[in-house]
């Protein structure tokens, strides 16, 4: 056989099977429909013209697509050239599964397209379909679950430029770069929790988990189990399921642990251990789980007091103070304090600002519940004023009895027979006589009190004391 009939015969083979597919894809499927260039229907078959209501299918003859078959693609495929292999097209009925192909000529010229409906009923793909969907419930759920396990905060939301608040973020900079255990340090309220925060989402881990458990939360009993997860079954009472521990949901990324200080000896063994090893087992099992975790621990107590005193085990103790970062409490960064105030104020909406009399006297406070009580003491009186500006004597009735300022305390109520108002004015009325007399003009009282020389003036009419 020369080269020209082995051509012939390619040719005439290659006509049959395609002629051969058609037939069997037309006689199986539940609608075949053919397209010129033009997306006007060519040829349909009797099903597929029933379907769309069309009692004879030359009436669909030289129609618009679309106005046989709502919300085809084929135009798309005949233009483009691109096939569809599957699809689902929604009809008055039941959604079809449908495939869609180019047409082409001898020459490769694009010429029209076809579209089979290869199921009118999805059960044929339910073994298919079911797997999918559980897989994408399964990946949501993951997702779910990661972005809850993700860090809230950033360096950004560790508000300060004072030395203090400088230094704190400059070793917490340097530790999230290493895998090293961080140690914070420092009074309640103090931004423990959020600088871990921040730790994590600058670290190398920081597309991994953040998962945090509070040891003054949980009862002691559940403590290891909340560490290590259970077996199926390890106590009465168990789930039947294996339960993972913070751990386990961790890996990979960062464990955080708060008050860490309230730890139980016992425990604080199988801590060591899992810090020394990489290893742990879970409750009520022998199978040993290796730990890829970065620990981050905190605590408001004393842990070389506790160390001494043998309620904190001083191994576990060294291993985590590899880098410890102590928290200043407010009252040592007074400098930090306009800013947090804007922050705060912003994060409670409603425009409120403070008065420059206000900033002096939250200056003046204590602070022994540091951040967390500046917080709730602006939130306090943003409930209690009516207007955005919150003056000292405003802050001054949300701080409640107890006297804000570092003086000596005045006359009690039951001694002087003064109200806690009244009192509050009359240290407000010597405050700035005093000033006053020492600056010699409202100006210069005004820069010694930090405030504006418009407030002084309002402060200063509504006490009844005279400028000059």
């Known amino acids: 056989m020369n080269s020209a009939d082995r051509l012939k015969d390619y040719q005439v083979t290659r006509l049959q099977a395609m002629r051969s597919l058609f037939e069997i894809v037309e006689q199986s499927s539940e609608g075949t429909v053919i397209v010129d260039r033009e997306a006007r229907i060519v040829w349909i078959n009797e099903r597929y013209a029933r379907r769309f209501g069309l009692a004879d299918p030359a009436e669909a003859l030289g129609q618009p697509v679309e106005n046989v078959i709502p919300g085809s693609l084929l135009r798309e495929v005949a233009h ?3 096939p569809i292999l599957l699809d689902m097209l929604d009809t008055s009925k039941e959604p079809l599964v449908v495939m869609r192909l180019p047409i082409r000529d001898e020459h490769g010229q694009l010429i029209g397209a076809i579209g089979f409906a290869l199921f009118d009923e999805l059960k044929n793909l339910s073994p298919l379909v079911s797997h999918y969907l559980s897989m994408q419930e399964e990946l949501a759920s993951t997702r779910s ?18 030395a203090p608040a400088l230094e704190v973020k400059h070793r917490a900079r ?11 340090l420092g009074e309640t309220g103090t931004g423990k929790e959020l600088l ?26 559940l403590l290891e189990a909340e560490f290590f997860g259970t077996a199926p079954g390890a106590f009465t009472g168990a789930s039947r399921k294996a339960r993972p521990g913070k751990f386990q949901i961790a890996q990979g990324g960062t464990l955080f642990l708060d008050e860490i200080g309230d730890m139980p000896l016992h425990l604080q063994g199988k801590l060591l251990r899992v810090l020394q090893e990489k290893e742990f087992e879970p409750v009520g099992s022998n199978q040993i789980l290796f730990s890829d975790v970065r620990l981050i621990a905190a605590t408001s107590c004393d842990l070389e007091a506790a160390v001494r005193q043998g309620s904190f085990r001083a191994d576990l103790y060294y291993r985590l103070n590899v880098l410890p970062i102590h928290l200043p409490p ?4 007074p400098d930090d304090l306009p ?24 200056a003046r406070h204590g602070w022994p519940g540091n951040i967390r009580e500046l917080r709730n003491l602006l939130e306090r009186a943003t409930l209690l004023n009516d207007g955005p500006l919150l003056d000292a004597p405003m802050l001054a009735a949300a701080l409640g009895p107890q006297p804000p300022l570092a003086m000596a305390a005045p006359p009690s109520p039951s001694a002087s027979g003064e109200s806690y108002r009244q009192a509050m ?9 005093n000033a006053l007399a020492s600056a010699g ?28």
Do not use: W
Not at 145 to 162: E, H, M, N, V, W
């Open 80 to 82: 483009s050239g691109q």
């Open 174 to 184: 340097r530790g999230a770069a290493s895998e090293a255990p961080i140690l914070l």
């Open 196 to 221: 871990a925060h921040a730790i994590h989402a600058a670290s190398p881990r920081a597309h991994k988990p953040f998962v945090s458990l509070n040891m003054a939360a949980i009862p002691e009993s």
């Open 339 to 362: 800013a947090l105030c804007e922050a705060l104020l912003a994060q409670l909406g409603g425009g409120y600002r403070l008065a420059p009399d206000a900033l002096a006297l939250l």
């Open 441 to 468: 003009n409202a100006l210069e009282a005004a820069r010694r009190l930090g405030l504006s020389r418009s407030t002084l003036y309002r402060r200063l009419a509504a006490l009844g004391i005279s400028s000059r």
């Open 330 to 333: 407010l009252r040592e960064r």
């Open 425 to 433: 004015q009359r240290f407000e009325r010597e405050l700035l006589e």
């Open 145 to 162: 679950l990661l972005q809850a396990r993700q860090a809230r905060y950033g360096f950004a939301q560790f508000i300060g430029t004072s």
